[in-house]
């Protein structure tokens, strides 16, 4: 086991984090899924509304490659397809049945699947849709089916801001989750790494056996996983490595197990305007409105993942395919009395400039609120000191602003790790993230 001490990062300091315990929430409704998260999927829609479909029934495919295909959360009735601009499809809305019915694949017993060979565990993956858990660096794709990772890396921490439990979520997973990796084993020459924080302790992922375990301590984004990759098997030209949450894993071994495709997911509700902040039980797909009824979407911004690098959504949209958290932040929409005045006792700032420097509160306020408007950038090297691998974003920044790709690339576009926290601590409240995205979308374009 190596251990690995990030030193530079930033603890972002919030209010709302989800309880370190586990409730079972009621059963949802309606279920969903976001076809336009996937970064380079052009999807062909399988269904339409009124179709009734499965649970692990198809519902899209990626028109540059069918065998990639998206199951459904759940089983019952496709109660609506949301466009967005240009007949994007933005979401899959599935009304659940009372009693619902599953598409059903082969089961396994734990020593038949681990005598599949590559090809056998490619195509079974393939078929159940688990296939898009997977994600390659650089830039967060699904991977290729024919290609081979130098390693595959598993999640099993999480230090960003309002922080979900990979422990609270993995109890009583220990058998499936060991049986994930044997058979994530067979899809790459190198080695399964399993990434964990020190100090806290995920006993599925601490006494699994056939991977390599890593120990990661520092600020955020020390346990990002990204970040956690460029330490271990940083970018290399013509080197691609795979990487997935430890939920996926476990999921990957109950499917082998079962031949039914597993949605069942622990996700946690936090923020200042999360009214139960809290770990749940609960399915893929769910949404907050479902989770926290009682969070005004009026007043809060709803993110589905970190609050630094999460997608905004409607309070009735799912939870990303890739997410295990919902953050719910207060819009910050009124204004103070002589706020340029005010101390700012119980105000979050990377400087010091409020007196929440010397008070340290215990529930900062932090809203989705600028508190100021986009102004010229100004070097202050503020960016580079929370950078945590190794890369100079205000140049980064730069090249990418003014479409030079070949300059980006050459300043480390493909190991940013995409953590948000340059956006969040610039002083020119310029959006580094959209920048990022935007330019990794173009270089992806090129690629094509």
Not at 221 to 236: D, F
Not at 372 to 397: K, Q, W
Not at 417 to 427: K, M
Request: hydrophobic fraction near 40%; proline fraction near 7%.
């Amino acid at each position: 086991m190596s251990e690995i001490r990030m030193k530079r990062g930033w603890n972002v300091p919030l209010s709302g984090a989800p309880a370190e315990t586990v409730v079972d929430a009621a059963r949802p409704v309606t279920v969903s899924v976001r076809p336009n998260e996937f970064r380079l999927v052009k999807p062909r829609l399988l269904v339409k509304e009124g179709d009734r479909v499965s649970a692990g029934q198809p519902l899209f495919q990626d028109r540059e490659r069918a065998e990639v295909q998206f199951p459904s959360p759940g089983g019952g009735e496709v109660a609506e397809v949301r466009f967005g601009p240009r007949r994007v499809c933005e979401e899959i809305v599935i009304r659940l049945d009372a009693q619902e019915t599953w598409a059903e694949h082969r089961p396994h017993s734990p020593a038949d699947a681990r005598a599949l060979n590559r090809a056998q565990v490619v195509e079974m993956m393939l078929d159940s849709g688990l296939w898009t858990s997977l994600r390659r660096r650089p830039f967060s794709t699904i991977p290729d089916p024919t290609a081979t990772p130098a390693g595959i890396f598993v999640a099993g921490s999480d230090n960003s801001p309002l922080a979900a439990s990979p422990a609270l979520a993995m109890q009583g997973r220990d058998e499936d989750f060991q049986l994930g990796v044997d058979l994530l084993a067979k899809l790459t020459e190198g080695r399964v790494h399993v990434c964990l924080l020190k100090g806290k302790s995920v006993p599925a992922l601490v006494n699994a056996q056939n991977c390599e375990k890593h120990t990661f301590s520092g600020p955020y984004p020390a346990g990002l996983i990204e970040a956690q990759i460029h330490y271990v098997l940083p970018h290399k030209k013509g080197r691609e490595v795979w990487y997935l949450d430890c939920q996926d894993v476990a999921d990957l071994g109950e499917f082998a197990r079962t031949g039914r495709y597993p949605v069942n997911r622990v996700v946690a509700v936090g923020g200042e305007g999360a009214t139960s902040p809290q770990h749940y039980r609960t399915r893929r797909g769910v949404s907050c409105a479902h989770l926290d009824p009682k969070a005004s979407p009026a007043a809060n911004r709803f993110v589905s993942g970190s609050v630094l690098s999460g997608t905004q959504v409607r309070c009735d949209s799912g939870l990303g395919h890739y997410d295990a958290k919902f953050s719910v932040i207060p819009e910050g929409d009124d204004a103070d009395f002589v706020g340029w005045m005010l101390p700012g006792e119980d105000r979050v700032s990377r400087f010091r400039t409020f007196a929440s420097t010397l008070t340290r509160p215990q529930a900062p306020r932090m809203t989705a609120n600028l508190n100021g408007s986009v102004r010229a950038h100004i070097a202050t090297g503020i960016y580079e000191d929370v950078c945590a691998v190794d890369i100079l974003p205000a140049y980064l920044m730069r090249a990418l602003h003014v479409g030079d790709i070949e300059e980006a690339e050459s300043l480390g576009l493909e190991d940013c790790a995409e953590c948000g926290l340059c956006t969040f601590v610039c002083p020119s409240k310029i959006d580094f993230q959209g920048i990022i995205v935007r330019g990794i979308e173009s270089v992806l374009k090129e690629d094509e």
